[in-house]
């Protein structure tokens, strides 16, 4: 369902965003740009120890160490910003903002952009908490097979695609690919939108997900709309799928049905047996948002999921439309 509204301001985000949404939305009434005030509001989910997806509190890569992704886009200057495995700083969505403001570059990796963010002022601080210790330490010791190496072979596309394996229960419980997104519209028609995250937890050191990637985990054109991804970044990377969110808004489709259909496509191109269940359905979850230039917004996922938007009188959760009914 498409709900009519007028334009902004309108924050529309991940389930994980109910407060960011609404400062999002304060923000931009206050005046600030739309990317800022997504900034401003995924800031809240990055310092939270508690969200073991985002910032400060992240589950960490295989070798115990917390490393973030993020990346902006503003609508007006079509410019943006991101930093990938980003260690030691808190607010990577800050840095990704830094890196658009104040770089003729859009994405800073690993090292180079620790140096950067220390260049600019940004303090350093230990990421891991007791808590994201405690659950990498759990996973350290039932590893077995639990990794993202794959064995010669381990690609095989199934016989049919409906024989597909099993999900692997323990995998989908221990690992977390969650994150944030948040797309916001101002009242003058003016977008901008954050993603930012821990990325996959215990990935291999150094695996780079769809969040810092332009177009993948978020996109935004000024004239049309903007949108973004949380779920397996891999599927988002190989959809190019927030580029496509925003090019079927382009094509007349509202926010919703825009998200649907890129996922119809992930869902087309997931072909090799791991990553199907035994439906011979996406193994995994992917969920895009979306919010246009009139201040329409949806999101979709894979399989049932929620949402939150803000429009000014508080966030309200919301059903994202699935692809599949269940799981
Ligand atoms: N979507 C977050 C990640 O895969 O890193």
Same mark, same amino acid.
Not at 48 to 57: A, E, H, Q, R
């Given at each position: 369902m498409i709900v009519r509204k007028r334009a902004g301001p309108v924050a529309v985000a991940s389930g994980n965003g109910s407060r960011a949404v609404e400062v999002a939305v304060a923000k931009m009434t206050g005046g600030s740009l739309p990317v800022d005030a997504a900034v401003a509001g995924v800031n809240l989910v990055e310092d #939270?120890?508690? #969200?073991?997806?985002? @910032?400060? @509190?992240g589950l960490p890569n295989a070798d115990g160490v917390v490393e973030l992704d993020s990346c902006v886009m503003d609508g007006p200057t079509h410019l943006a910003g991101a930093v990938a495995a980003l260690r030691n700083i808190k607010n990577p969505s800050q840095v990704a903002l830094k890196v658009m403001r104040r770089t003729d570059h859009v994405l800073l990796v690993g090292e180079g952009a620790l140096r950067f963010a220390r260049a600019h002022g940004f303090k350093e601080e230990d990421l891991l908490t007791e808590r994201a210790r405690k659950r990498w330490l759990r996973w350290q010791e039932r590893l077995s097979e639990h990794d993202d190496w794959i064995e010669p072979g381990g690609n095989a596309l199934p016989k049919k695609k409906a024989a597909g394996a099993k999900p692997d229960k323990d995998r989908k419980e221990e690992r977390d690919p969650g994150t944030i997104h948040l797309s916001a519209l101002d009242a003058s028609g003016r977008l901008g939108a954050c993603t930012t995250t821990s990325g996959l937890s215990f990935k291999i050191p150094g695996r780079v997900g769809d969040s810092p990637l332009i177009g993948c985990g978020l996109y935004v054109d000024n004239d049309i709309g903007s949108a973004g991804a949380t779920g397996r970044g891999e599927a988002a990377i190989l959809a190019n799928g927030s580029h496509g969110v925003v090019e079927n808004m382009r094509r007349g489709m509202g926010p919703e049905e825009a998200c649907l259909e890129v996922l119809r496509r992930v869902d087309h191109y997931t072909r090799i047996q791991r990553l199907l269940d035994d439906k011979g359905r996406p193994a995994f979850q992917l969920t895009f948002y979306a919010v246009n230039k009139n201040g329409d917004y949806g999101a979709a996922s894979i399989y049932p999921s929620r949402f939150v938007v803000c429009t000014g009188d508080g966030a309200r959760k919301k059903r994202t439309r699935p692809l599949y009914e269940s799981r």
């Open positions: #939270d120890p508690n #969200d073991t997806s985002v @910032g400060y @509190g």
